[in-house]
């Protein structure tokens, strides 16, 4: 342990000037490191080595290149950094940026009321220590709030585009190595909410926004963070892109069933659709309330498929819980009319009877799949029966006892009696 | 299962405090405010608050104050409220309320913004999240009469789902997390009324999987943090008979650390101070003996609310 976490900063300092470009940070364990040095010793020739330039031009001119090689690994834009450095580095990075933030405020505040008797380049240099510092320690922790706001505050007094783009990059930095970084997520959005007023190419920014949390998603399951940034994309979308949106992320979501981020992204979308079909007065026309319908059935027809093909997966019944919530309260009056009576019977609620009755066949089979599948189907009936209005109730209920779900769910999950006694009484 | 090794516990959360040679101990100390708060309520809730020095805390939590009269997650950090309620909740629990400036600290009504919501400071991140601190904040200091409610209580309705649960923000997904924090304003100001019971009572119990243990949203795996957000949740809106209580309280105690003390989020994980708390939380809420009971909606010890509002 020769080194000191200051020259281990400024080593990591060096590497990022030498190579901005790096696009994904991790931490690597020393046992890993030797690894991933003979690695790219053996498929690299000898200009392109595992070490980058900055680091061994540093490292020969201490002499101590060995050590150096294991602590960090930079190559193909990509950087690891030894988990045996961690705590000195940290330390360092922490008083770096604490010092310098110390003298950023100070220093704001002398100009502030004396006016500018510093020459400006020493601000500059101070913001840009400020930055630079910033950076590192919001490698290693990266919820240090305060290290973000900093940069906030630098980058709005600048105003200028290509630093609010560089935020991004450290963002989405960050969210390489740790994709549930709550700040790293809201410094996005807060650069986003920046530029969205003086963004030439917004629609092309949001679209890559997108993108990146579908990258994140592939990697990082049922991240909440990322999803929810994504849902928020919404609200800047034009109804072209939300229906782009919605085929884009379809394929995504069938090969994702568990993941009910993907699912709620989706209903978000339908109902962006929805909310911009009831606006304008072009749509108002029967055949777009048609072609609005058929996307909904064309969805319920989809989800139908994945329940039938992957057992017993909840998310996939909650989303035709909102499916069908959706298609009683806006649809179903249209088929039915106002008279229901026992032999009532409406294509849509058919169609849901035979989904559940197939499901529920199948309770006897002893995997554990097969039986979450026949409690989910049961709790789907009870939802049906919740929803529709109250004529219907007495139709759906009296379904219910013919079924017997009742023993169903008290013989194979005693948990939900109580919830299904409330609501069949 | 066994019982809750209480002793265990309060040994382990006053050994994290001292931790501080290790990178993922040190990584944490943006949010010691927090963490402050979860490890001195669970100490309270086991009746041993008096293991810790007083006035080294209150002094430490007072240094993390702002001109500005939010508070910081540690000493030099930039104020949030996040860290701001922490503050409030502790100092709460050492009954130093006359410590707090209580119109300094109200400044937080400036971060509601003019649809109801609240900002978590000045850069203006939007959350349900912060709009339960603010009320919980201002409640506690009795100036809830300085914003808005009816529009505190109007933004928080707007991110209601068609599940019946809450998000972060309008269309953001139901989480219990979120959940909790809507609820919980609601109750605090008066207005559980505006909530659907049953349809979110259906989600909440539907957090319950077969260990016992309850998740935070669908697919995921159950968590001793989220047996705290549901668990009061339902409390608050009356639909804790839909769960198994007995089942909740076995899988808290499945995730103790028998010999070194402390609760993980699961059976034989790692413990932490944050789970360490939710599963004692947890367990006074489901009036596990020897524990003192725990408000849902403040999230401190009831004998703690009842000071703030019957000492005045
Ligand atoms: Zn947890």
Redesign the interface.
Known sequence: MSQTGADLLKQLEDIFESDPLIDEVGFVHPSQFDLLNEESSISSNSSDKAISQATKSTASSEGCSEQKNKSFWNKDHKLGISTSILLPLYKAAKLAFMTALKQYKTYGNQSDEIGNWLPASSSCDLQSILMRHSRSLLLLSCDFMTAWNCRKLVVSKKQQHSMFLDELHLSALVISYSPKSEQAWNHRRWVIKSISAHCSDFKDLLRKESELVEKVAERSKMNYRAWNHRCWLISYMDQEQAVCELKKSRSWAALHVADNCCLHYRSRLLLKMMEESGGSEKNESSGYKADIKQAWKDELDWNETLIKRYVGREALWLYRRFLSMYWINNFLSDSGGTSYNSNYCDPFLENEFCLIDSCLAVQDNEFADFQSQAVYAASYMLWLKVQVPEPLGNVLRAKMRAMDLKTLVDNSYQERSSLFNHFMS | MGELATDKHVKYILSVEKRK???ES??ME??RMNGAYWGLTALDLMGKLDAVDVDEVVSWVMSCQHDSGGF??NV???P?ILYTLSAVQVLALFDKMDLIDSDKVTNIVGLQNEDGSFSG?M???VDTRFSYIAICCLSILHRLDRISVEKAVKYIISCKN??GGF???P???S?SGQIFCCVGALALTGSLDLVDK?LL??WL??R?VKSGGLNG????LPDVCYSWWVLSSLIMIDRV????KE?LTKFILDCQDKEKGGISDRPDDAVDVFHTYFGVAGLSLLEYPGLKPIDPAYALPVDVVNRIFFKK
């Open positions: 040679d290790d990178f040190v990584v943006h949010l910081g997650g030099g950090h930039d949030h400071d850069w203006g991140e068609m599940d998000g972060c923000t269309g953001g997904e989480h049953d009572g259906w119990c539907e319950q949203r669908p697919e995921k008979h839909w769960i198994s089942k």
